[in-house]
């Protein structure tokens, strides 16, 4: 996949910006507070119909104004496309469209269209943060080239909401248990395939992953990467792709053996929104024994099999975006970085200073000052 335009219209900071991306490496220059994340949050947003450090859009839109608009054109190998993005006001409220090809389009179909790989400081938090975040990483990864699975995430969040308010009543207004087990029985069902899913792209990223950090890391380290599931009773398993054939009908055990706990607690304690991905370098527990360095390089490794992820399952590569990485990475890394996008992956990348990334022939730099962008 290739950007070739962006536009921008009362976006965060710009009144209105229009950049043509000419080149297979793109860097946006300048000093804090310019507007540089803003450009790769605009490409992050065409993509997944989201901001990757807020979620609440209206921060998206520029100060004192009504709305805004992203209009993205890009190549992909079966031709030309368009996504426009566009929030606006009516009678007072917030107003969402999505266009592709210029046509109307609901979120699901635009999720998985235009594929790109976003890798900022705060993706450390994917090492030492809270599973949910490493439940987002995955899902956000299976989804962008599996519309099954984003459908399954979306049927799964809205049963697991009905059904915890199901146990809600019964806890608090005494209505009946029957209806659980038709719940329990949709919930199982869809459980099973998101783990199957799961553990399938695990496997895929594994391949990729592993090695990397290896070669990251200057190849004295080495990683492990596991899927973790809650047991019934605080217990902790972790299930093998092959082993996973029955796991609609362990599923509704589990929810019928803690069903008492669950309507106590007014919430579902099981499921796939409790599971975490481990990552264990030299086998221990990087979240709380790895240092700052080794946490970067495992979350460097995960991102950069992200993109070889993509191009196995939707046979492209898909836009890589980097945000202010480099001046955390030293030359060992920026280089091997740099070898692993080497001309096959479209990047843009934001930073400081424009040196720290050296032009082999195919870079364009763009500088970025109060919302102004020159080439140059
Ligand atoms: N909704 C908005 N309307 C207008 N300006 C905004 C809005 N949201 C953020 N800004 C401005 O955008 C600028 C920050 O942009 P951005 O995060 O892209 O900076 P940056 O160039 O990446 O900086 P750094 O190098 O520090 O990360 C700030 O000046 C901020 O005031």
């Not at 450009?39 to 993509?47: K, R």
């Not at 996504?83 to 998985?112: L, P, Q, V």
């Not at 480099?326 to 992956?345: A, C, H, P, T, W």
Request: charged letters at 30%.
């Amino acid at each position: 996949m290739k950007i070739n335009k962006l536009q921008l219209v009362n976006f965060r900071n710009y009144d209105h910006c229009s950049v043509a991306f000419d080149k297979m490496v793109t860097v946006f220059y300048g000093k804090n507070g310019q507007g540089k994340t803003n450009i790769l949050e605009s490409i992050f947003y065409s993509a997944f119909g989201l901001s990757h450090r807020t979620n609440k859009e209206d921060e998206m839109v520029k100060f004192s104004s009504e709305g805004m608009a992203v209009l993205l054109d890009f190549a992909k190998e079966d031709g030309s496309h368009s996504i426009h993005m566009k929030r606006f006001t009516e009678n007072g409220k917030y107003h969402k469209e999505i266009k592709i090809d210029g046509k109307k389009t609901t979120a699901k179909d635009h999720y998985s269209f235009l594929n790109t790989v976003m890798f900022s400081p705060e993706d450390l938090q994917i090492i030492k943060g809270d599973p949910s975040l490493r439940r987002r990483f995955m899902d956000m990864e299976i989804s962008q080239t599996d519309p099954v699975y984003y459908a399954l995430l979306v049927r799964y969040r809205r049963l697991i909401k009905q059904r915890n308010s199901l146990l809600k009543g019964i806890r608090d207004h005494n209505q009946p248990q029957e209806p659980l087990t038709a719940w329990d029985e949709e919930l199982s069902d869809t459980a099973a395939q998101i783990l199957i899913k799961r553990l399938d792209n695990l496997r895929k990223l594994k391949e990729i992953a592993i090695p990397v950090f290896h070669i990251l890391s200057d190849k004295i380290d080495s990683l492990e990467i596991k899927y973790e599931m809650k047991g019934n009773n605080g217990g902790l398993f972790y299930p093998e792709e092959e082993k996973t054939d029955n796991m609609k009908d362990f599923y509704i055990e589990s929810l019928k053996e803690r069903r008492f706990k669950d309507i106590m607690q007014g919430s579902t304690g099981i499921g796939i929104h409790r599971d975490d991905l481990k990552t264990y370098i030299n086998e221990a527990d990087s979240r709380s024994f790895a240092s700052q360095g080794q946490q970067r390089c495992c979350a460097l490794a995960l991102k950069l099999s992200q993109i070889e992820y993509v191009k196995k399952v939707s046979g492209e590569y898909p836009v890589l975006l980097l945000d202010d990485v480099m001046s955390e990475l030293d030359q060992y890394r920026r280089n091997q970085l740099i070898g692993f996008i080497n001309d096959k992956v479209q990047t843009i990348i934001t930073v400081n200073d424009k040196t720290l990334i050296p032009d082999f022939g195919s870079n364009q730099y763009f500088n970025v000052e109060k919302g102004i962008i020159t080439l140059n």
